[in-house]
């Protein structure tokens, strides 16, 4: 057959998880927790089956689950959504970028990314014969958006601006001043957002998550995609959901009925009770700055060098002051020879551009954490 992906691979996840458990390294690859997620919220999908959970979840998702989500929103950034019409239960994050993009993505329609990028972004619009649009951002200045040059990238078939914050990988945040550049670049066109959100709460030194809701003019042109994997610390649950006004929303349940119907009914049911208590999530700042802060203190010993990381769970070095190999070579090596596996951040450009940058995560044991430096410090 013609391939509709034929430069693509098994993802870098996967390769370097892989990698990893093949040499028994410390996997600091793929982003998951090494530890479990909370036996309360165990319970609760033990009892939502016990209690007859077992058969298909309405289409849109749980309805009280949609009702907690539409609370919390509410209540974090004064948004209104209507858990009927505008919020959808996906299975993950990953499959609600997908269903956004299938749902708004016309052959030939252009999608501005900001690169480094979440890898799944890049080939789903290429499925739908859309056109990535890249912008290549740069450790040099922090990875810092050069709106002048997304301005140079829209066209009058510029369809989507694709989002991230807190950014995987680089672990940056969008700051006020974005949003405003953002507003005014979209203002008066016919662009839609998907703001892909799903770290949502990992965010540190008391920062604000400036999400696309806390926006009027931004909400009602965005498709908001978030993970409860990433939040209760369950990323095998795979239930997430998205947020958007009710006429796209509208569009994104086309997609969404054909392509899952409806997601795992008992793990809906058991977030939805867990929500109540908020915080479940209001605590996980804390939580995970403790664990940044930690590694970042471990890191500081080695020979690498540490960029910034202000959201989500992860901590980027540089070493191309040590030697000039390939990044993937480079995280290859040290996973065989030092025990430690991270991913290589060339991965997230199409172009496969290497500022010799690695991305280690951080949702560990602390002796899971001590482990891994422990053998960076060793490795020559
Ligand atoms: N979001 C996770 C990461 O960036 C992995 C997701 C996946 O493996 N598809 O590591």
């Not at 709460?201 to 995609?225: N, Q, T, W």
């Not at 978030?226 to 990323?235: N, R, Y």
Request: net charge negative; glycine share 4%.
């Amino acid at each position: 057959i013609i391939s509709k992906l034929p430069q693509v691979g098994t993802t870098i996840f996967t390769t370097m998880s892989a990698l990893s458990a093949q040499v028994g390294a410390i996997n600091l690859s793929q982003g998951f927790p090494d530890y479990e997620c909370s036996p309360q919220l165990v319970e609760l999908v033990n009892q939502a089956m016990k209690d007859g959970y077992n058969q298909y979840a309405p289409m849109a998702g749980n309805k009280a689950l949609r009702d907690e989500i539409s609370l919390k929103v509410q209540k974090l950034h004064k948004a209104t959504y209507n858990p009927d019409t505008e919020i959808t239960i996906t299975a993950g994050g990953t499959q609600g970028i997908f269903t956004t993009i299938s749902a708004v993505i016309q052959p030939s329609d252009e999608v501005i990314v900001f690169e480094p990028a979440y890898d799944s972004y890049a080939p789903t619009i290429k499925i739908m014969g859309g056109v990535v649009k890249s912008l290549e951002l740069e450790p040099a200045n922090n990875y810092r958006i050069d709106w002048n040059m997304v301005k140079k990238l829209v066209t009058n078939r510029t369809r989507l601006i694709i989002l991230n914050s807190p950014h995987n990988p680089t672990a940056t945040i969008l700051h006020q001043e974005d949003i405003e550049q953002l507003s005014a670049i979209v203002r008066s066109q016919d662009i839609l957002i998907l703001s892909d959100e799903v770290y949502e709460h990992l965010i540190y030194d008391g920062e604000v998550h400036h999400s696309m809701a806390r926006y009027p003019e931004l909400k009602e042109r965005s498709f908001i995609v978030a993970s409860f994997g990433k939040l209760f610390h369950a990323t095998g649950w795979k239930v997430g959901y998205c947020l958007a006004p009710a006429h796209l929303m509208t569009e994104f349940r086309k997609v969404h009925q054909y392509l899952v119907f409806s997601v795992n009914s008992p793990v809906q049911q058991a977030i939805a009770q867990y929500l109540k208590d908020e915080d479940t999530y209001l605590s996980l700042p804390a939580f995970f700055q403790q664990k940044r802060d930690y590694f970042r203190k471990g890191l500081a010993e080695t020979k690498f060098e540490l960029l910034p990381s202000y959201g989500s769970y992860f901590q980027s070095v540089k070493y191309g002051h040590l030697n000039q190999e390939f990044d993937t070579e480079f995280a290859m090596r040290l996973t065989r020879e030092a025990g430690v596996a991270c991913i290589p951040t060339s991965a997230f450009y199409t172009r496969g551009t290497d500022h010799k940058v690695l991305r280690f995560c951080f949702a560990k044991k602390q002796e899971t954490l001590d482990d891994a430096v422990n053998r960076l410090l060793d490795f020559k």
